[in-house]
């Protein structure tokens, strides 16, 4: 079995975490709030930054040597989303997940 080191396992950790929340933020929060929660570039960012935490996640965990590069964007969308997020208010668990899970995927690119 291929080791994952604990930088690695963290960084995965926070992209699942990031998954979660911002799914269930976007599927239940936005969409029960409506209005601006659920205007298409918040949403669309929102989605975006569900599927990229997933694929970081994925490309890791099965030693993709392309993880670097995918890790990198995820930081990038999880950065925006978390600014998107905090512009709107009233979403502090996804901008914090957002949040974490940028700063470990800017470690993994380096």
């Known amino acids: ?9 963290a960084c995965i950790d926070d992209c699942l975490a990031c998954y979660a929340t911002c799914l ?3 599927m239940n929060h936005c969409l029960e709030k ?5 205007e298409p570039k918040h ?3 929102m989605m975006s930054c569900v599927s990229i935490c997933q694929t970081a996640a ?11 590069h995918v890790c990198r964007e995820c930081a990038e969308i999880c950065e925006e989303c978390a600014n998107d ?4 208010g009233d979403m502090r668990e ?14 993994m690119a380096a």
């Open 1 to 9: 079995m291929r080791h994952i080191s604990p930088d690695q396992q």
């Open 24 to 26: 269930s933020t976007a």
């Open 34 to 38: 409506g209005g601006r929660h659920v």
């Open 43 to 45: 949403f669309r960012l």
């Open 58 to 68: 994925h490309f890791m965990l099965i030693g993709s040597r392309h993880h670097k």
């Open 85 to 88: 997020c905090e512009a709107l």
């Open 94 to 107: 996804c901008v914090d997940a957002c949040a974490k899970c940028a700063e470990s995927c800017r470690k």
